[in-house]
C-alpha cells in the first residue's frame, strides 16, 4: 500500500463502506440514521469521483441485548432478531440508504466466515485458555454474561451494564470487571465464579496497531481516542460468553464446551460476510470481495475499507477489529468515520424511555426523506454532536434547500423553458466554467478529507452563487439574444448542482435529472457530467421542494416536548437503561464550549446572541491570558479529557480540556493557547483544573492569537 497522505479517491482497488450494524432489538431513530445516512452519502460521494464502491451492512443478531430483550417478552431470541431485521431492510429504502448488500450475523455466511477467523486464530497460536471470574446468578443458578449483570463501573464509579460503561467513561469491559454486580434477570445481587473462557492476545498485535493507527484515515476523534489504548497495557480480549443465543465456538461444537462466541467477534466479520455476499450476487467479475478483504496471504495494508460509525464503538473498530483482521490475515481498514450523538436538548436519544424522533414516525408525518438527510448530512461536523430540534430543522430545509437550491433550479429551468424552450445556443462562460470547477474540487476534497459535510454543502454553495448571478444579471430585462448567455449559464449551474446534490438528495436529484430531459440516472453518472451540455429540449419544471410548514413543526415540536419531559421523569425515578448519548457526561466537553464545528457553522446552526450584555466592567474582570502548552497527559478512565500543564508567564497552570479524541495530543506541547485565568477551580475525573483553555465549536478548535504574544500577556 502505498503512503496514505499520497492516496486520494479514486483509486484502482475497490472499495467497500460499511456502517455499524444495528442491534435488531428496537425501532430506527434519527441518532442512529445519522451515521446511516453518512455512509450512503459518502459510498455515493465515492462513485460520483469514479471508485468502484460497494456499500454493505447487516443487522446485529447476536448478544445480549438481543436475548435480554427476547426474554423479557417471552419469545425465541432468532424469532425477535429477524423480526426487526425485516424491518430494517423495508425502512433503510425509505430513506434511500441503498446497501448493495445488507445480510445479518445469524446468516450461514457470516457463521462460516467467523468460525474460519476463529480456526485462523487458534492455528495462528493468537487464542489463549483462561480462568476467570465470572457474574452469576444463584437464585436461577444460570451465568450473566454482559447485559444480564448491572454495577458499577471500576474506572469511574458510574452505571455499568455487562461489557460496557455507558452511562460514565464509555470504556469497554471484560468479564468479572463490573464492581457489586446485580442479576438483570431477578435483581438479586450477583457473585463471581470460575469459569474457563477463551482470548484473542491482543497483547501479540499491540505493535501492529501502533503502526496501524498512524496509517489510519478518517475522523480525528477515530485517529486520536484509540491511542491511549494502543500506547498503555493493551488487555486480551475474551471471546466467549457463557449464554445459549449466538455462534458456537468452533472447539466447543463437540460439546465439551457450552460456550457461543462474543457478539463483538461476529459483528464485524459481517462486513467480510455481507461483501462477499454481494460478490456472490453479482459475479466476482464485477465484484470480487477478496480484492478489498484479502485474507489471501496477500499484503494486509492494501485496502480501501471505510467504516462509518458512531463514537461510542470508536475501540472496537480501531483496536478489537484490526487486530481481528490481522490475526486472520485479512486487510486492514484504510479509514474509520466516527460521527457525534444526535441529541435532544442536550441529552441522549433513548429507545426504552420513547426519548426519540423514530424513523417511522417522521415518514409519517409525510416529510421528504431528502430534507432529513440533508439536515442530517450538513447540520454539523460528522464527528460533532447535533441537537436536533423541529424548528431547526424546519429552518435549514426552508431556507438552504427550498431558499437556495430550489430557488435556484426552479426559477432558472422555467426560464429556459418558457423563453427558449430549454437550454439557449450560447457557449458557457468562462467564469461560470471556473466556479462549477471549484465545485468540483470542494466535493473532491470533501471526500479526501472523509467529510459529509462539505461533500453536502458544495452543491449549496454552487446554488447560492446561481442564485446571485442570475440576480446580478437580470435575464429579465433582456432581450433574447441578451439573455440566452445568462440563462444557458444558469442551466449549466442547475445541472451542476444536481450532479454534485445527489449523494445527500438523490430523490429529488433524479426528479430534476429527468426534468432537464437527460438520458440514465444521475445516480450514474460521474463528476464530469456537471460541466457537459444540457439537452437543448426540455420539459416545463416543477418545485423540486415544498417548503415545511410551521404550524406542522411547532406541533411537533410540543409532542417531542410532552415525551422528553416524561423521559425526563423517568430518568428521576431510575438510570437510563438505554441512553446512547450524553452531551457534556461527567464534565468532559466543559472545557471546549461547543459553538459549530471544526469546519464552520452554518448561521442556522448556530446559537443566537446573547440579549443579555454585561459592561466594560465586567468585561475587565476576566482575567484572559496568553498561554503555551508544555505538557499534555490523557487522564485515566476519561475518553476525552487531557491535563494539561500551561506556562502563563508568571506561573505554570494545571488545566483540564476536553480535546482527547479532537487533536494529536503529540503536536500540542509548543502551541500557544487562550486561557480563562479566574475562573474558579473545578475537580474533573479527580483532577484539578485551574483555569480554561478556550476552545471554539465542537471540534475544539483551539484558539491562540495571530502575532508574537508571549506566554502571560493579557487579552483586552
Not at 496501524?212 to 491511549?228: C, K, S, V
Request: one cysteine or more; hydrophobic letters at 35%; aromatic letters at 8%.
Amino acid at each position: 500500500m502505498s503512503d496514505t497522505e499520497d492516496r486520494r479517491f479514486p483509486t484502482d482497488d475497490p472499495a467497500v463502506v460499511t456502517c455499524g450494524l444495528p442491534y435488531a432489538n428496537g425501532g430506527i431513530h434519527v441518532g442512529h440514521l445519522r451515521s446511516f445516512v453518512g455512509g450512503d452519502v459518502f459510498s455515493r460521494a465515492l462513485e460520483k469521483v469514479g471508485q468502484e464502491t460497494a456499500f454493505v451492512c447487516g443487522s446485529d443478531m447476536h448478544g445480549t441485548p438481543i436475548a435480554v430483550q427476547a426474554e423479557r417478552e417471552g419469545r425465541d431470541p432468532e424469532e425477535l432478531a429477524l423480526r426487526w431485521h425485516e424491518e430494517f431492510t423495508e425502512q433503510f429504502p425509505e430513506f434511500d440508504v441503498d446497501f448493495d448488500n445488507y445480510g445479518h450475523t445469524h446468516d450461514g455466511t457470516n457463521t462460516e466466515l467467523t468460525r474460519e477467523f476463529v480456526r485462523r486464530w487458534i492455528d495462528g497460536d493468537h487464542v489463549i485458555e483462561r480462568e476467570i471470574q465470572v457474574a452469576w446468578d444463584p437464585e436461577v443458578d444460570q451465568p450473566l454474561p454482559d447485559r444480564f449483570v448491572e454495577g458499577t463501573c471500576p474506572y469511574c464509579g458510574e452505571t455499568a451494564r455487562g461489557d460496557e460503561c455507558d452511562e460514565g467513561c464509555q470504556r469497554h469491559l471484560e468479564p468479572g470487571e463490573i464492581v457489586d454486580p446485580v442479576s438483570t434477570i431477578t435483581g438479586n445481587p450477583a457473585e463471581y465464579r470460575s469459569r474457563t473462557h477463551e482470548f484473542l492476545k491482543l497483547s501479540d498485535f499491540q505493535a501492529y496497531l501502533q503502526g496501524f493507527i498512524d496509517r489510519l484515515e478518517g475522523t480525528d476523534n477515530a485517529r486520536n481516542q484509540p491511542r491511549e489504548w494502543i500506547e498503555g497495557e493493551l488487555e486480551d480480549l475474551c471471546i466467549t460468553r457463557d449464554m445459549d443465543w449466538g455462534i458456537d465456538y468452533p472447539d466447543g461444537e463437540d460439546g465439551e464446551q457450552d460456550l457461543v462466541l462474543y457478539v463483538w467477534v461476529d459483528a464485524p466479520i459481517e462486513y467480510v460476510a455481507s461483501t462477499k455476499q454481494y460478490s456472490e450476487r453479482v459475479g466476482t467479475e464485477e465484484f470480487d470481495w477478496r480484492e478489498v478483504w484479502g485474507g489471501d496471504g496477500r499484503d494486509p495494508e492494501r485496502s480501501d475499507i471505510v467504516h462509518v460509525i458512531g463514537k461510542d464503538i470508536i475501540q472496537h473498530h480501531t483496536v478489537f477489529w484490526p487486530a481481528m483482521l490481522r490475526a486472520a490475515e485479512y486487510d486492514e481498514p484504510r479509514a474509520v468515520m466516527a460521527c457525534g450523538w444526535v441529541t435532544i436538548d442536550g441529552k441522549g436519544l433513548s429507545t426504552s424511555r420513547n426519548r426519540a424522533v423514530w424513523a417511522e414516525e417522521y415518514l409519517e408525518e409525510g416529510f421528504d426523506a431528502d430534507f432529513l438527510r440533508y439536515y442530517l448530512a450538513t447540520a454539523g461536523g460528522f464527528q460533532g454532536d447535533v441537537d436536533f430540534a423541529w424548528d431547526r430543522f424546519r429552518e435549514r430545509v426552508n431556507d438552504e434547500l427550498v431558499g437556495v437550491v430550489g430557488n435556484f433550479i426552479y426559477r432558472s429551468l422555467l426560464f429556459a423553458n418558457r423563453n427558449f424552450g430549454g437550454t439557449p445556443g450560447a457557449d458557457l462562460s468562462p467564469e461560470v466554467e471556473e466556479r462549477i470547477e471549484d465545485a468540483i474540487g470542494e466535493f473532491r476534497d470533501g471526500v479526501d478529507d472523509y467529510s459529509v459535510r462539505d461533500v453536502g454543502e458544495a452543491a449549496v454553495r454552487l446554488a447560492r452563487f446561481g442564485n446571485e448571478y442570475i440576480q446580478r444579471n437580470e435575464p429579465w430585462k433582456l432581450d433574447d439574444e441578451e439573455a440566452a448567455p445568462v440563462i444557458r449559464d444558469c442551466v449549466q449551474v442547475a445541472k451542476a448542482v444536481t450532479v454534485l446534490a445527489q449523494p445527500v438528495i438523490p430523490s429529488t436529484a433524479e426528479e430534476v435529472w429527468s426534468t432537464l430531459g437527460e438520458p440514465g440516472s444521475v445516480d450514474e453518472v460521474r463528476l464530469a457530467a456537471a460541466l457537459e451540455a444540457p439537452p437543448a429540449e426540455f420539459g416545463e419544471p416543477t418545485e423540486p421542494f415544498e417548503k415545511v410548514d410551521p404550524e406542522h413543526t411547532e406541533e411537533l415540536a410540543e409532542r417531542l416536548e410532552e415525551r422528553v419531559a416524561a423521559a425526563s421523569e423517568a430518568d428521576g425515578a431510575g438510570a437510563d437503561d438505554e441512553a446512547e448519548a450524553d452531551a457534556d457526561a461527567d464534565g468532559e466537553a466543559g472545557e471546549a464550549e461547543a459553538a459549530g464545528d471544526g469546519d464552520g457553522a452554518d448561521a442556522g446552526e448556530l446559537e443566537p446572541l446573547a440579549d443579555d450584555r454585561i459592561s466594560f466592567e465586567e468585561f475587565q474582570d476576566l482575567d484572559i491570558r496568553v498561554g503555551r502548552i508544555e505538557t499534555v497527559d490523557p487522564i485515566e478512565g476519561a475518553d476525552d479529557l487531557v491535563k494539561l500543564t500551561v506556562d502563563v508567564g508568571v506561573e505554570t497552570r494545571q488545566v483540564v480540556a476536553g480535546i482527547k479524541q479532537l487533536h494529536d495530543l503529540n503536536e500540542l506541547p509548543g502551541k500557544k493557547v487562550v486561557l480563562l485565568a479566574n475562573l474558579e477551580k473545578a475537580e474533573l475525573f479527580g483532577v484539578e483544573s485551574n483555569g480554561m483553555v478556550l476552545a471554539a465549536g465542537e471540534e475544539a478548535d483551539l484558539l491562540t492569537t495571530h502575532g508574537d504574544a508571549v506566554p502571560g500577556e493579557k487579552i483586552r
